[in-house]
């Protein structure tokens, strides 16, 4: 490696790695009930915010959407009665019912969401490798196929060509 | 005028039935007049609904309030730019906009290639035609922007009347964004009929070679763009206008527009499969056909309420009609596919799992498997309803938990593809290839978890980013390098130079390189920091490395809003550095509110202040800050592939001089000759 090529991947992978410098690790300062908020869906219907996020513009002019602050306020109110956050997150899904999710539960038919896109990527996977072996196996019978017959034929050379052609080309 | 508007409309759908009708029998008689007669039918359908377009614009801007959609849509006072922008803030408007677009792309086609491609033109042309067809007759029948009102008078007859004033036009539409956000998403939307179009057209007519692949990609990559620039316009938008503090909701709208942008990306390169080695064509065909039933399938979800979101527009039963349209161009495509499958046969077979093609067949499953997730995660709600009668919502933390691995699969393997040879790559040449990406990558993942980074997706993110982004800027180096022995350029101009000989190839990576900006901002999310507080004139609240003081609160009036402001002063490290006026905006005439966040943006960072309201109890303001660093590199990155695209899309400069008769240099000998020996000579991303 010359000294001018090691320099410039030095001084670019110093530009690149600058990028997290930038970052600021913080401590989150929003209380406690907003926090738990973003794990509720806002009930407003307007929107697709978390309770904790909601500022669905059409809501009251003096504040973020009341709905939202009223499910901030009842998130609040189990805090104060001491529940975990696990219970919180109950309550407001009994109250509020399974479109309170903000993801879906991990258990019942919940679960099928999570597990689909998993399937997908396997399945998919799966199917690529399929492919290619399937590919890979139909080259090598063609050229076992063409280094087993004496003569090449002016197509085949033609055809040869061209793809080597379109391979190379820039 | 609303007279000549609706006439012309009406027209434009006569001649695009007699496109259709007449396209069918030409295709069947192969009679040269009918051919011609339906493309000028076609091309005056186009000219027609550009006319309806323009009396719409006239109608909003004379206020003409005597039309039921002006009056839902638009005021006295609402600016002359809002008005003509009013066009595409309701359902039927937009709808009539939808048109106008796609008959812009089937005018510059018909046109084009008049004289062009007469095996496949009056395929494309009928096809074209029946997609138009499709859109005026809800443009005309179902969802017309024509009607007038009117009410029954004393004599039981019905009266046209007229309205002093109107309904005025969504608070949250009236900002800039929106005047270029929707254009830009529906010019993505609409461009992809293009190449449905092309590859349905190939399919039935059974066009020889891969001409309509280089047409079709070409068609698709203006439409990749536009839908790019769309979904990143709509992004800044939430950002700046919703006041929650972030770009990305995945709200069903969002995820609409990403869908067909998906497999359009996967397209754009399993499409160099097939160029290159003659591969992956039922696979290209069905890419581009799926794209289209996405846009279509987007469309729906937007029109029809199956999903609820803040973007929808009103519920209403449009939707059957999209979900009839769909199915018949399902059953076409089926039906075309089934017919002629063995037009679509592989030329090639694969030499070896470590080469490109497989690199881009990976690149193609990633795409596909956050296609279908976001898809399922959007229309989960709806099943959970049908298969146990509650609807369980899916919420952005499900899409990103979902997501974040894909996409950083995704970005491995941007890194990764352009590393390695078609047909084969040698175990010494991967140890080439792979030895200093692999070694900046890692030093960029050690130099941000030593800054502070731990959160894994981030530290991975930025990692990665690193890789992709050595992986380019070392095919760079090595491609001026070599021009630069060759001509005695600088590295700058040998860089534009070694872009201009090879636009496709080096505009792609440019576009990896947006890619990879977009990336980095993406990180920046995971150290999102917020403040919510009461805060009195004269009273601070401090964030990160800022101070805000609120200096006064005030009141402006404008033509059509009142807003209440804010006027903050930020200061960092306590000097001053800038006045924000956060602000909530009062709509009279919708009876509507909005706010208009103040965004104090850095490289670094965003100091994002909203105006939260008014505390009703103790008549303090509320303000929430947040601190969002990176953002700024979302929208820098989307600047760069755009660009990027625009490269791609420009001709290179070798074959800009093949067309022009001059004398193309050797490319073999010559350039081989001036290589040292130490750089190797080996095919890249084109």
Redesign the interface.
């Not at chain 1, 996020?53 to 973020?64: I, K, L, R």
């Given at each position: 490696m010359t000294r001018a090529?090691r320099r410039?991947?030095i001084a670019?992978?110093?530009a690149?790695?600058?990028?997290?410098?930038?970052?600021?690790?913080?401590?989150?300062?929003?209380?406690h009930a907003?926090e738990l908020g973003k794990?509720i869906?806002c009930s407003c219907?307007?929107?697709?915010?978390?309770a904790g996020?909601?500022?669905?513009?059409?809501?009251?002019?003096?504040?973020?959407c009341d709905l939202a602050k009223t499910m901030i306020k009842e998130i609040q109110g189990h805090l104060d009665e001491r529940m975990t956050d696990k219970q919180v997150i109950a309550a407001m899904i009994k109250e509020y019912?399974?479109?309170?999710?903000?993801?879906?539960?991990k258990e019942?038919?919940?679960l099928?969401?999570?597990l689909?896109?998993g399937l997908?990527?396997v399945a998919?996977?799966a199917?690529?490798i399929f492919?290619?072996s399937k590919?890979?196996k139909?080259?090598a019978a063609?050229e076992t196929a063409v280094g087993s017959s004496k003569t090449v034929s002016p197509e085949m050379l033609e055809r040869a060509r061209l793809?080597a052609q379109?391979?190379?080309e820039? | 005028m609303d007279v000549f508007g609706s006439f012309a409309l009406l027209l434009a759908f006569v001649c695009a039935l007699y496109a259709l009708a007449g396209g069918i029998a030409a295709i069947l008689t192969r009679r040269p007049l009918l051919i011609k007669s339906t493309r000028q039918a076609g091309i005056a359908a186009c000219c027609l609904i550009f006319m309806a377009t323009l009396s719409v614009v006239y109608l909003f801007v004379t206020d003409n309030f005597s039309m039921a959609y002006v009056v839902s849509h638009s005021n006295r006072d609402l600016a002359t730019f809002f008005k003509v922008v009013a066009l595409w803030s309701g359902q039927e408007g937009s709808l009539l906009f939808w048109c106008f677009l796609l008959s812009i792309y089937i005018f510059s086609v018909l046109i084009t290639y008049r004289n062009k491609h007469g095996e496949l033109m009056p395929y494309v042309g009928t096809i074209l035609a029946g997609v138009q067809l499709f859109f005026l007759t809800i443009s005309n029948f179902v969802a017309s922007p024509f009607k007038t009102l009117a009410a029954a008078g004393p004599s039981g007859g019905l009266e046209y009347f007229a309205r002093a004033d109107g309904n005025g036009l969504t608070a949250v539409l009236q900002y800039p964004e929106m005047v270029i956000h929707p254009p830009n998403l529906y010019s993505g939307y609409t461009g992809f009929t293009i190449p449905f179009a092309f590859a349905l057209a190939a399919l039935l007519a059974r066009y020889p070679g891969e001409k309509w692949i280089h047409l079709t990609r070409k068609w698709t990559m203006i439409a990749w763009c536009f839908q790019t620039v769309g979904i990143l316009l709509g992004a800044h938008w939430a950002y700046a206008v919703l006041g929650w503090g972030g770009y990305w909701g995945w709200d069903p709208v969002e995820n609409a527009s990403l869908l067909p942008w998906l497999t359009g990306t996967a397209f754009l390169h399993s499409v160099m499969m097939q160029e290159k080695r003659g591969m992956m064509k039922v696979w290209n065909v069905w890419l581009v056909f799926i794209t289209f039933f996405l846009c279509i399938l987007g469309t729906l979800l937007t029109r029809s309420g199956v999903v609820s979101s803040v973007h929808a527009f009103a519920q209403s039963n449009i939707g059957n009609w999209f979900v009839g349209f769909l199915l018949i161009v399902i059953v076409v495509c089926l039906a075309a596919y089934f017919k002629n499958r063995d037009y679509l046969k592989s030329e090639n077979q694969l030499d070896s799992i470590v080469s490109r093609e497989s690199s881009f067949l990976f690149n193609n499953l990633v795409l596909l498997v956050a296609c279908i997730a976001v898809l399922s995660g959007t229309l989960f709600p709806v099943f959970s309803e049908w298969f146990t009668g509650s609807k369980i919502s899916v919420g952005a933390p499900f899409f990103n938990k979902v997501n974040i691995p894909l996409g950083l699969l995704l970005l491995f393997l941007t890194g990764v593809g352009p590393l390695l040879a078609w047909r084969k790559t040698s175990a010494e040449s991967l140890r080439r290839n792979f030895l200093w990406p692999c070694i900046v990558g890692l030093a960029g993942g050690i130099g941000a978890f030593l800054l502070g980074v731990r959160d894994f997706y981030a530290l991975t993110c930025f990692l990665l980013c690193t890789f992709v982004a050595a992986t380019i800027g070392i095919e760079y180096y090595r491609g001026a390098k070599v021009i630069r022995i060759r001509s005695g350029m600088n590295w700058l101009s040998s860089a534009v130079e070694l872009t201009l000989r090879n636009t496709r190839r080096y505009g792609g990576y440019i576009v990896h390189f947006g890619m990879v900006m977009i990336f980095i901002g993406l990180a920046g999310q995971a150290f999102t920091k917020e403040v919510q507080k009461e805060i009195p004139v004269g009273g601070t609240v401090a964030i990160g490395p800022y101070e805000l003081l609120l200096q006064a609160m005030d009141q402006k009036q404008e033509k059509n809003y009142i807003a209440q402001r804010m006027i903050v002063e930020v200061m960092k490290d306590h000097k001053p550095v800038m006045i924000l006026f956060p602000e909530r905006r009062n709509f009279p005439a919708g009876q509507e509110s909005g706010t208009m966040v103040a965004i104090y943006s850095t490289l670094r960072e965003d100091l994002y202040v909203v105006y939260a309201g008014v505390n009703q109890g103790s008549d303090a303001p509320t303000v929430h800050v947040f601190l969002n660093p990176l953002v700024k590199w979302v929208w820098f990155g989307g600047v760069v592939v755009v660009m990027g695209t625009i490269v791609a899309l420009l001709p290179s400069r070798q074959a800009a001089l093949a067309l022009a008769g001059g004398k193309v240099p050797e490319r073999a000998t010559g350039f081989a000759s001036a290589v040292p020996s130490s750089v190797a000579l080996r095919e890249g991303h084109d």
């Open positions: 090529r410039l991947t670019f992978a110093l690149i790695a600058a990028a997290p410098a930038a970052v600021v690790r913080v401590q989150a300062e929003i209380d907003h794990q869906k219907g307007g929107c697709e915010q978390s996020t909601c500022y669905h513009v059409g809501g009251a002019f003096s504040g973020p019912g399974p479109a309170a999710y903000m993801e879906p539960p019942g038919f919940g099928v969401a999570w689909m896109p997908y990527l998919g996977a199917l690529v492919v290619i590919w890979r139909r080259g063609a793809l379109k391979a190379t820039e | -």
